[in-house]
């Protein structure tokens, strides 16, 4: 119970320190990933020169990988445009892939057989890519359904408690494992964007900042207590009932996840069809409420080069959009997104809120253009409130 209560603060704070690091501190998601990169490589590094379990060192551990796994997958979709759907496809196979090779060279993948050096690269490998796999699904279900955080908490905290009722009923027990740890993943982040989000996105207000503290300061205080009295050692564990189980019984609950994984399907397919917007929490951070003063454009202080530049852009998709060529008009608003992106160091110091206005209008835009269902009209408007900006 340690484990999975300290995994799912990890997971927490992972979400919200990366939000606060890339969003509101204003660093960018790209150096905020680079700096996590080296940041891994460090702490990794520390964890595989140790021969033992050390309560600081490992949940340190999985705390860098948790925010590291999460700009990757954020990099993908605001940087490259790869759809949610595409890069939950990706890591899923990749994930399938290490547990192929994993299992193939070692005949377990069981975490109670970590003993090699080997074994534990696979381990990370894994962990890692769970948590990548994690946010893209977790954001590809907020963008399907448009749930609010505190309702998109519901899904995955319903479908780990039905893992561990077939895991109580005799399911295979690594599988389980493996299951309940993807999930945590989602759960972890949704408690999170609930927790920091305004409650005009759904959340509860306390912001990214605050958030993080709490859960660092949870952390770090359920470190020491491990630390000290080694309650989530194998040694120290309390014996509860023990869970025994057949192959037959083991395949019968193969049976149990899958119906239990189509109900879910169905569910997400019904919410997918019911009118609504993007989710705040699928995107990268939670709306703020910015208005000009009198007389202020939202571009008078930018270079002129760079604003015509987007006006460019965004004629280029509104036509597409007008002639009904939607791929082209995702292919193209994805310039609009990458030049923006790329810009941010650049203009926001010259001009922060007019910056912040033209950023709300084209997550609008992308909002829109990028919908599973795509409606015209609101493409248009989107579209066509962004170039009127643009060209005051």
Known sequence: MWFWVIK?????????????INMTLGVGLELTSVLFTVILAGVLTWQLTLRRYVPFVYWL????????????TDILTDDLGVPLAASTTVFALILGVVFAIWWYSQRTLSIHSITTRRRELFYWLAILTTFALGTASGDWILELTGWSPGISVLLPAGLIIAVVIGWRLGANAVLSFWLAYILTRPLGANLGDWLGFPASDGGLGLGVGLTSIIFLTAILATVIYLSVTRADTVENRREGARITTTPQRERVMIGYFLGVAAIAAGLLVWAAAQPHSTAAASEEGPATAVTLAPGQTA????????????????????ARVQAGDQAGAVARVADLEKAWDADQPTLEPLDGTGWSVIDGQIDAVLTSVRATSPDPAAQTTALSTLLATLTP
């Open 61 to 72: 551990t999985v705390v860098v990988v948790s925010v590291a796994g999460t700009l990757y």
């Open 299 to 318: 571009t008078q202080n930018f270079p002129a080069s760079n604003i015509t530049a987007y006006e460019v852009i965004v004629q280029d998709t509104l």
């Open 8 to 20: 799912i603060l990890c997971t927490t704070v992972g979400e919200s320190f990366a939000d606060w």
